[in-house]
């Protein structure tokens, strides 16, 4: 199900309840702006979720109003993740959905990071 990737925060989403532990997962990596996971129906021999802790629905909503602090965090953790998993040396693609019309499922921003091989064209007419 998609989500409109604006609006109200909510808090019940599952991210929020992994966030909050109530939920287990496959971590990759923790600190205190972001968490990294790998997603339960990988795309890619490497797919890893990287969510901030901070209750923000999209994009948009974390590039509006989150802290530089937790912006800056949070994009260095991506980084860090992706160094962690190797995937420098080959490459890796980093995704964010916004909203229904991209795909959008979690209404809790997240970049899907993937790697592990070569991922083809992003798009597929």
Do not use: W
Not at 25 to 52: G, T, W, Y
Not at 72 to 88: E, I, K, M, P
Not at 93 to 108: D, I, K, T
């Amino acid at each position: 199900m998609a989500v409109s990737g604006l609006g109200p925060y909510d808090p019940q989403n599952i991210f929020a309840k992994i966030l909050r532990g109530e939920i287990p997962c496959n971590k990759v990596f923790e600190d205190s702006f972001a968490l990294a996971f790998h997603d339960i129906a990988p795309k890619a021999p490497v797919h890893v979720l990287v969510i901030p802790k901070g209750p923000y629905v999209s994009y948009a909503d974390f590039s509006a109003t989150a802290s530089d602090a937790e912006i800056a965090g949070f994009t260095r953790a991506v980084g860090h993740v992706a160094t962690l998993l190797g995937l420098d040396g080959a490459g890796y693609r980093l995704l964010s959905n916004m909203g229904a019309a991209a795909g959008q499922e979690v209404p809790h921003f997240h970049v899907h990071l993937f790697g592990g091989a070569a991922l083809g064209p992003m798009l597929h007419r």
